[in-house]
């Protein structure tokens, strides 16, 4: 029988917005990944430290009403020995209920290297978001994010599916200076019957002006 893994890594990101007149708006973004703990034939590597990729991302977006949004950008991953490209289409609308913000992403992704076949991959996350000092969100308080992901994956004949899960916590600085730090689970394979599972511990800087 197939016997699943575990992996455990790090994931930093340094997040940039730039926003423009009639609902338009820049995101430029870094975010890097390194492995810690890793599945190992003789067990005895498996915390073995390796840096994995970098991710370069750009993506534009535009207001579409109130509280939608589409996207399209543009992402080159850099990884040791064999580079990707990958084109970006996503739709996004934020639902803000009493105390609490829900936002809803729907996107597709196409990603091409010259080692491996294309993958096309369709998504969609909710977010909900809690400030945890009154009803609104204001500067120099803490907040608390709960994500959850479904990824469906094809790649030549095959198909996968991921789930994700993102506890994270915030703390606003001001307006446009965030931190947050939070958890990413991961898991996958469930098709070919040895699942993999991933956490990651993910720090992120926005920045918007």
Request: glycine residues 6%.
């Amino acid at each position: 029988m197939a016997q699943g893994s575990f992996e455990l890594g790090v994931l930093p990101a340094v997040n940039i917005n730039r926003k423009f007149d009639q609902g338009w708006s820049l995101n430029m973004k870094v975010e890097s990944r390194a492995m810690l703990r890793q599945p190992a034939v003789d067990q005895e590597n498996i915390w073995d430290p390796d840096y994995v990729l970098t991710d370069f991302i750009l993506l534009g977006s535009r207001k579409v009403g109130l509280a939608h949004s589409v996207a399209a950008g543009y992402v080159f991953r850099w990884r040791p020995g064999d580079n990707a490209h990958r084109s970006v289409q996503q739709f996004t609308f934020v639902q803000p209920l009493t105390g609490v913000r829900l936002a809803h992403r729907i996107s597709t992704d196409q990603t091409f290297s010259e080692q491996e076949p294309p993958v096309f991959r369709l998504r969609y996350r909710l977010v909900a978001e809690w400030p945890l000092s009154g009803q609104e969100l204001d500067p120099r308080e803490p907040y608390l994010k709960l994500g959850n992901e479904y990824l469906q994956a094809w790649q030549a004949t095959s198909a996968d599916l991921e789930i994700r899960a993102i506890p994270t916590l915030g703390y606003a600085f001001n307006d446009n200076n965030k931190v947050e730090l939070g958890l990413d689970y991961r898991i996958n394979s469930f098709v070919n019957g040895a699942t993999e599972q991933t956490l990651w511990t993910a720090v992120q800087w926005f920045l918007t002006w």
